[in-house]
């Protein structure tokens, strides 16, 4: 997960280039004020409950539906088990109705998809996906309390030098793996 997120993040821009129709805008700016609302943490009490509600429950519920039974099912009817990963991440980013950040959650689905694939357990995309939403909400909570410099509000840009490299570490961390396991992943 932290070998990715540059290569995230730069999807994510390049996302936003994307023109999108006035109604998935509204629908858009709705959300971000949900989530601006949630992130304005002062206290550790308001930290706490948004790292249940924004990285724990959703990296259990999401895992258990997403990998444990949409992923699951893709793999026992498809014969090309990349396209079954593939389509359930688009299932996973297209459920969570921001069309704004579309690319970067298809990511992030195929590599916690490819994470249960490999390794059978749903508790490895499970932790992954706690990681990635949490290091989300404690960053902001830092930011508010003056303890970091980065906003996470704010537009973050990712140098295609630094993505491409992202990609690249990636890949060969997925490789490798590949070769460990033989590509017997668990498919039932």
């Not at 280039?17 to 971000?32: C, D, M, N």
């Not at 930290?47 to 959703?58: D, R, Y």
């Not at 699951?72 to 069309?99: D, E, G, K, T």
């Not at 949490?134 to 537009?155: M, P, T």
Request: aromatic share 10%; charged share 15%.
């Amino acid at each position: 997960m932290i070998i990715s997120t540059p290569f995230v993040l730069f999807t994510l821009q390049l996302n936003q280039q994307i023109p999108l129709p006035e109604s998935f805008k509204v629908a858009e700016e709705q959300a971000e004020q949900v989530l601006k609302g949630l992130l304005n943490m002062e206290y550790p009490a308001e930290l706490i409950g948004n790292l249940i509600l924004i990285a724990v429950l959703p990296a259990i519920g999401e895992e258990i539906v997403f990998r444990g039974i949409v992923q699951r099912q893709l793999m026992r009817v498809m014969q090309n088990p990349y396209v079954a990963l593939f389509v359930a991440a688009v299932i996973f980013s297209l459920a969570h109705f921001q069309m704004e950040g579309f690319i970067p959650r298809l990511v992030l689905g195929m590599v916690l998809g490819w994470l249960y694939w490999k390794s059978g357990n749903l508790w490895v995309p499970s932790i992954a996906h706690l990681f990635n939403n949490g290091a989300q909400v404690l960053g902001q909570y830092l930011h508010k309390q003056g303890l970091s410099s980065v906003n996470l509000e704010d537009d973050i840009s990712v140098p295609v030098v630094a993505a491409l490299l992202s990609l690249l570490l990636a890949a060969g961390v997925i490789t490798l793996i590949n070769k460990r396991t033989d590509n017997k992943g668990y498919q039932s």
